[in-house]
């Protein structure tokens, strides 16, 4: 068996997905939202939240 020394630091859930005043008016966020809904959320993250977001697993 391996010995796995190194963990990864667990991500905080951020409190807000959404920041104040920028929440898509009528959209759910579900597994089924549509590319707009996807494209709002991309927007109001910061560059390095979409790397992780991207970033293989």
């Not at 391996?2 to 905080?12: D, G, Q, R």
């Not at 966020?29 to 697993?57: C, G, M, W």
């Amino acid at each position: 068996m391996e010995n796995l020394t190194e963990v990864e630091p667990s991500l905080a859930i951020p409190e807000r997905m959404f920041a104040f005043g920028e929440e898509p008016v009528g959209v759910r966020v579900t597994p089924y939202h549509k590319p707009f809904a996807i494209n709002k959320i991309l927007s109001a993250l910061e560059d390095d939240e979409v790397d992780v977001l991207r970033r293989p697993r």
